[in-house]
Structures are given as structure tokens and as C-alpha cells.
């Protein structure tokens, strides 16, 4: 079994923890549902929004 270990949250936040790794996790998601679904990853990206399309990998 791999042990992630996690950076020390230095923010006085304890609530913060994870975030980057939850935010992560949703991102991959959001492109693997976009993928399959054939509709449009929007994002924000050098202060516009785009609309990308994902191709499905068979």
C-alpha cells in the first residue's frame, strides 16, 4: 500500500486540508465526464473562459 503523506498545512486552517488533493480528484473527474459525455470542459484559463473540447480515448 502507498502512504501519500501531506504537506503540512502552515495557513492556521485546519479545514484546508485536502483541498488541493479534492480539487484535483474533481478536475480529472470533470475531464473524464466531458470525455464521455462528448459535451465541452469549460475553464478559466489567462483570465477568459474557454471551452475545450476532450477527446474519448477507446
Known amino acids: 500500500m502507498k502512504v501519500v503523506k501531506q504537506k503540512k498545512d502552515n495557513s492556521?486552517?485546519?479545514r484546508l486540508t485536502g483541498v488541493e488533493v479534492a480539487l484535483r480528484r474533481a478536475g480529472r473527474r470533470a475531464r473524464e465526464l466531458a470525455a464521455n459525455t462528448g459535451t465541452p470542459?469549460?475553464?478559466?484559463?489567462?483570465?477568459?473562459?474557454?471551452?475545450?473540447?476532450?477527446?474519448?480515448d477507446k
Open 12 to 14: 492556521g486552517n485546519g
Open 41 to 56: 470542459l469549460v475553464i478559466y484559463s489567462e483570465g477568459k473562459i474557454k471551452k475545450l473540447r476532450i477527446p474519448h
